[in-house]
């Protein structure tokens, strides 16, 4: 897996764009992974890892790696959108070429900041963006069936099955709810997946929030989680303008103005890793003097697939991996040392790696 790429959307002045303008500021100034602009509305941040930052004091490392994560600001969403209203056909466009979205979603009052539709639900905000994935993904359903239901007369089986769950998917879709919600199998989503469903794609909701209400839900951010536990959804709390002051600190100021706040971790930090726990993701680790590197894979990934993640002539001549656990060989301060205790162990093709594991692959070239 490349670069995990989270969509952020909303409605207009629900704080989207500040957070955007925060995760940018936070990607510039990152020590070790300087912001880079793909385009005007994409930005890349680190993924927080102090494991890196320990490895590279250890080995004395020249480089430094992290794992990364794209946001892509989506904008230009209306009612009608999928329709075309507005800039619809780009918003959903850009929504299909991500991993998950982000939707960013008003859970504060300041008269000084109008809303669109004039008050603060975050309900029905939820409820219009949703309406207009659902109605675009009916569309998609819709005509996928009419092509498949001419395969139905020639007795394809597959083209049964995958009637069946279309027609499952357009009823729930019907009524407004995500194709999500349906919980799937994995070999029904195989049948569909190059359908490109937008509510398919996973989801969390960004609770934005007054400053004085980041260590308390209110009712807003109340009514949120309940509706995302209905969904199975995750809720990441944030302040965008607490975002937007964090990513002009230094780590060490950064750090002293979120323990004032009685937070260990920025609301960035926190949507990353909530990011990469709704798809399924973890990091492990490579060492040694030259780097100190983390390596996106899916979790139960076999070794000889994460070993690929770093080259395919790696993969294709893998004879073992050296690994030890990140603990103990910190504990223990070199990989001598934890090679001498019986702590490094080797590992094949099929070991399932595991969060954290500080690896070395040998190969044949």
Same mark, same amino acid.
Request: hydrophobic fraction near 45%.
């Given at each position: 897996?490349?670069?995990?790429?989270?969509?952020?959307?909303?409605?207009?002045?629900?704080?989207?764009?500040?957070?955007?303008?925060?995760?940018?500021?936070?990607? @510039?100034?990152?020590?070790?992974?300087?912001?880079?602009?793909?385009?005007?509305?994409?930005?890349?941040?680190?993924?927080? &890892?102090?494991?890196?930052?320990?490895?590279?004091?250890?080995?004395?490392?020249?480089?430094?790696?992290?794992?990364?994560?794209? *946001?892509?600001?989506?904008?230009?969403?209306?009612?009608? @959108?999928?329709?075309?209203?507005?800039?619809?056909?780009?918003?959903?466009?850009?929504?299909?070429?991500?991993?998950?979205?982000?939707?960013?979603?008003? +859970? *504060?009052?300041?008269?000084?900041?109008?809303?669109?539709? &004039?008050?603060? #639900?975050?309900?029905?905000?939820?409820?219009?963006?949703?309406?207009?994935? +659902?109605?675009?993904?009916?569309?998609?359903?819709?005509?996928? !069936?009419?092509?498949? @239901? %001419?395969?139905?007369?020639?007795?394809? %089986?597959?083209?049964?099955?995958?009637?069946?769950?279309?027609?499952?998917?357009?009823?729930? !879709?019907?009524?407004?709810?995500?194709?999500?919600?349906?919980?799937?199998?994995?070999?029904?989503?195989?049948?569909?997946?190059?359908?490109?469903?937008? =509510?398919?794609?996973? =989801?969390?909701?960004?609770?934005?929030?007054?400053? #004085?209400?980041?260590?308390?839900?209110?009712?807003?951010?109340?009514?949120?989680?309940?509706?995302?536990?209905?969904?199975?959804?995750?809720?990441?709390?944030? +302040?965008?303008?607490?975002?937007?002051?964090?990513?002009?600190?230094?780590?060490?100021?950064?750090?002293?103005?979120?323990?004032?706040?009685?937070?260990?971790?920025?609301?960035?930090?926190?949507?990353?890793?909530?990011?990469?726990?709704?798809?399924?993701?973890? =990091? *492990?680790?490579?060492?040694?003097?030259?780097? +100190?590197?983390?390596?996106?894979?899916?979790?139960?990934?076999?070794?000889?697939?994460? @070993?690929? %993640?770093?080259?395919?002539?790696?993969? /294709?001549?893998?004879? /073992?991996?050296?690994?030890?656990?990140?603990?103990?060989?910190?504990?223990?301060?070199?990989?001598?040392?934890?090679?001498? %205790?019986?702590?490094?162990?080797?590992?094949?093709?099929?070991?399932?790696?595991?969060?954290?594991?500080?690896?070395?692959?040998? *190969?044949?070239?």
């Amino acid at each position: 897996m490349s670069n995990l790429e989270v969509g952020i959307v909303g409605l207009p002045n629900v704080g989207k764009s500040t957070l955007f303008n925060a995760i940018t500021k936070a990607g @510039a100034e990152a020590a070790n992974y300087p912001f880079c602009t793909i385009e005007p509305n994409v930005g890349v941040v680190a993924v927080p &890892d102090n494991r890196l930052d320990v490895l590279t004091k250890l080995y004395n490392s020249k480089k430094t790696t992290p794992a990364s994560v794209r *946001f892509v600001d989506i904008a230009g969403l209306v009612k009608g @959108a999928s329709k075309g209203e507005g800039l619809g056909n780009k918003f959903l466009e850009h929504i299909r070429q991500v991993d998950a979205i982000a939707h960013v979603v008003r +859970c *504060f009052d300041d008269e000084n900041i109008t809303h669109v539709d &004039d008050t603060i #639900d975050p309900l029905r905000d939820i409820d219009t963006i949703q309406t207009e994935l +659902c109605l675009a993904d009916l569309d998609v359903v819709e005509k996928r !069936l009419a092509k498949v @239901a %001419k395969l139905l007369k020639s007795g394809s %089986k597959d083209a049964k099955i995958e009637s069946a769950i279309l027609e499952r998917i357009r009823n729930s !879709l019907d009524n407004a709810k995500p194709a999500r919600t349906l919980d799937l199998t994995e070999d029904e989503l195989t049948a569909i997946r190059d359908a490109n469903l937008l =509510t398919l794609k996973p =989801t969390l909701y960004i609770a934005n929030v007054a400053e #004085d209400d980041l260590t308390a839900d209110n009712a807003h951010v109340k009514k949120v989680r309940e509706l995302a536990a209905r969904e199975g959804a995750q809720v990441v709390v944030i +302040c965008a303008k607490v975002e937007e002051e964090i990513a002009e600190l230094d780590a060490d100021e950064a750090k002293e103005f979120l323990a004032d706040l009685g937070l260990d971790a920025s609301g960035l930090d926190r949507l990353i890793h909530a990011a990469f726990d709704l798809l399924g993701l973890m =990091t *492990f680790l490579t060492a040694g003097p030259d780097e +100190c590197r983390a390596w996106t894979i899916a979790k139960g990934t076999p070794a000889v697939k994460a @070993a690929g %993640k770093i080259h395919s002539d790696i993969e /294709r001549g893998f004879i /073992r991996a050296e690994i030890v656990n990140y603990d103990d060989l910190i504990a223990l301060g070199s990989m001598t040392v934890a090679r001498d %205790k019986g702590l490094v162990r080797l590992e094949g093709k099929d070991y399932i790696m595991q969060d954290g594991d500080v690896t070395y692959f040998r *190969f044949n070239v």
